[in-house]
């Protein structure tokens, strides 16, 4: 058959298949199926949006995410954690700081970052008419993406402290499957992360849990940012409006073994105002947080470093958390801080109440030593441990010693020491070649996954891997 009798042969079956179907009903032939629905399609209602959201939200509980990698390296890249002899073989290059390009929990990091980022731009970019509640929506789908790029920001770049014009990541803000971002520069990334808050601050007017973020919750981590950046003017300003205006409380000395005990979300302003939620139907089971440190589970790999242990006075309600025993036949100080490893298992606190207090007493040094002081003995009063009455350099050493202990195991210490270009030393408690992790040791940054170097030709890769 000639290319003229194909063509001729096509010209039929497109005239025959339009007479057949011209009879049909209009609405049947405008059926576009689930599967190849555009996200205009799929999120066109507000309905639709609120469904969007729930999954944007599940994308942070991911193993490699908010759910366990991210407070577990958190605390081990730095000085707070180790691995007990007796392990599951998970996070020992961590322990040991050996990773590399193909690491999974760096990959991992990377990719449940960038599909939560995807999440949340589908619903920030819904054509979707604005009302209170779809305000809600995109401003908390805003609040999730400024975390998502904090987070990646924190482990892949130099800190924003140390050269503002650092190369960061790439910053992604509408779909295009086939685009190849360079990374971007820190002061852009940090300078999208801001306006994302100011847009969900502005935007989110309800309060529904600590599993959602809030107003509030929004400005505590913009909070975090400008603390991050060095910004103690900014930093101040939001966390003294949270102290202020959240209605929002701290824990108390009373409740405080009470409030991690829980695995449910509050509802009661009482010291979380975000924390990434498990319930008794959607968690990671087995690959829960908790699993990781309760001596009750099935692992319980990792425990308190020693140095840390011996900074809480008797009389400190957090020293109840770490009761000390023997694993694999050497004294442990465990992690009680997580004990619910069934059912509604533990939640990944992101922004409490407690470090506003902190944060306002960082940043108010060295100006202001008795706002830093007020601020600080909040916390410590809360705690049962005694009030601080330093001054000049022993003062912010005390604030950084008490976020240290009011923050461990949650993932904070390894980026306090980034932002303060600060060494890691670690305790005997670690391998002997990993006690002394200078600053600016190449590992001192994640390196960018492999597979994301593979398929992007226009990616950089951080020095040294």
Known sequence: MTMKHISKYKLLLVIALWATFSSCEKSYLELVPTTSLTPEQALAKEADLQVALRGAYAGLRGVDFLGRTIPVIGDMMADNTYQSLVNTNRYTLYNSY???????????????????????????????????????????????????????????????????????????????????????????????????????????????????????????????????????????????????????????????????????????????????????????????????????????????????????ETADVRRAMYPTGTRGGVPSVFVAKYPVISGDVNDTKVVRMSEMYLIASEAALPSNEAAALTYLNTVTAARGASPIAATGSALFEAVITERRKELAFEGERYNDLQRLKRGVARSTNYPSTARAIEYGNFRRILPIPQVEMDANPNMVQNPGY
């Open 98 to 312: 050996t990773y590399n390009v193909t690491d999974g929990n760096a990959s991992g990091l990377w990719a449940t970052a960038y599909t939560c980022i995807l999440r949340a731009n589908q619903i920030i970019n819904s054509p979707v008419t604005a009302n209170t509640n779809v305000n809600q929506y995109k401003g908390e789908a805003y609040a999730i993406r400024a975390l998502c790029y904090f987070e990646l920001a924190k482990f892949f770049a130099v800190p924003y402290t140390e050269n503002p014009n650092a190369l960061c990541v790439p910053i992604v803000t509408v779909y295009n499957a086939d685009y190849k971002p360079a990374r971007a520069k820190n002061a852009e990334v940090y300078a999208l992360i801001l306006s994302d808050l100011d847009k969900a601050y502005s935007l989110m007017t309800s309060f529904t849990n600590s599993s959602q973020f809030s107003k509030y919750a929004a400005k505590a981590l913009q909070a975090k940012v400008y603390l991050n950046q060095g910004d103690n003017a900014n930093a101040s300003k939001a966390a003294l409006d949270v102290i202020t205006n959240s209605g929002f409380t701290v824990v108390t000395a009373a409740n405080h073994a009470a409030f991690w005990a829980s695995g449910t979300v509050r509802t009661d302003k009482v010291e979380t105002l975000f924390e990434v939620s498990s319930d008794a139907t959607a968690n990671l089971s087995f690959d829960a947080l908790s699993y990781l440190y309760s001596q009750s589970g099935n692992y319980g790999d990792l425990l308190c470093s020693d140095d840390l242990y011996a900074k809480f």
